[in-house]
């Protein structure tokens, strides 16, 4: 696990670093019979890696593996006597490790992990990642921990952010990854109350538009503000009642006995309009159950004075204007 100091470091490193086991090492033939052997046991591998590299990162990072992950990574390494070292690219190592993240192969995503983030600190590491190539972004989608302890050992920034401007807690959100929410905000300081720099979108916005139910419950229990306005000026329950989903509507009142007296409900938009008028104009009788369950008022009079019910009645949708009555 990461400590406090090394939860955010720069993108950017400048030290030195001791030497890895080279292409040159693999192929002298004192060193062969240890290889032939195949990496077979931990002792070997770490006799190997002393007699190689004294106290090098290679040894370190297989040391941090578990035994079910030992022999998937030795052969990895042995399969490839360049695999990796400091000749390597950084594009190169960041290849494999985004195809170890892909493959879920925790010891890989370790041994690539402290090859490009803690070897390579004179490389600029922001200049060969992007948008989903970020390997936290790409573990986050994948919605497995275990990726994100395996990442941490090697303590990479997990403050980066996709060409939408969105962070790991962000999709992580938008993909209903509750538990990964709370691995972020317990590990990396995650905020959850982060906001997209142009959309003004909170981590919450985004799970209410996309129907994550999970990690709205996660996001809300964590401190999230269910009344933070986009840049539209729209709160996460008027896009919950936007995008249909009647699921989010309920996530988000329920929990809140005093969701009344906090605005939420009856909270309206630029247009005036609160999400009662916003399902009904979607046409959605399942959020507006939700929401006159919860206790939204329906004879709120919005910018053009029309009432929810009005506006029902105004699109010929009946089976929603009897349940405005």
Request: proline letters at 4%; a negative charge; one cysteine or more.
């Amino acid at each position: 696990m990461i400590n406090s100091k090394n939860r955010l470091i720069p993108h950017i490193y400048k030290s030195t670093h001791t030497r890895s086991l080279t292409s040159a090492d693999l192929h002298t033939p004192s060193r062969q019979p240890h290889l032939q052997a195949g990496f077979a046991t931990r002792s070997a591998i770490a006799f190997v890696a002393g007699v190689a590299v004294g106290v090098g990162s290679l040894a370190a990072a297989l040391s941090m593996a578990g035994p079910q992950d030992i022999s998937a990574t030795e052969q990895s390494v042995a399969a490839d006597p360049k695999s990796p070292t400091t000749r390597e690219s950084a594009e190169s190592i960041l290849s494999k490790l985004l195809q170890a993240i892909d493959r879920r192969d925790y010891a890989g995503v370790r041994v690539f992990a402290n090859s490009l983030f803690d070897e390579r600190r004179d490389v600029d590491i922001a200049a060969v990642m992007g948008g989903l190539s970020d390997p936290v972004l790409r573990s986050v989608t994948q919605g497995d921990v275990e990726l994100l302890n395996a990442l941490a050992v090697a303590a990479p920034v997990f403050g980066a952010a996709d060409e939408r401007g969105r962070r790991a807690i962000h999709l992580a959100a938008v993909n209903d990854h509750a538990e990964v929410i709370e691995w972020l905000v317990a590990e990396s300081n995650a905020s959850v109350n982060e906001k997209i720099r142009v959309t003004r979108m909170t981590p919450l916005h985004l799970a209410a538009s996309s129907g994550s139910t999970d990690s709205i419950a996660a996001l809300l229990r964590l401190g999230a503000d269910p009344t933070a306005r986009n840049a539209s000026g729209a709160t996460p329950l008027m896009l919950a009642a936007e995008h249909g989903h009647a699921g989010s509507v309920r996530a988000i009142l329920f929990p809140w006995e005093a969701a009344i007296g906090m605005g939420i409900l009856n909270a309206t938009n630029a247009h005036g309009n609160t999400a009662l008028h916003i399902a009904v104009l979607q046409d959605d009788p399942e959020c507006v159950s939700s929401l006159l369950d919860a206790g939204a008022q329906s004879d709120l009079a919005n910018a053009d004075g029309l009432t929810a019910k009005q506006m029902a009645m105004g699109i010929g949708n009946t089976a929603i204007t009897t349940q405005l009555r």
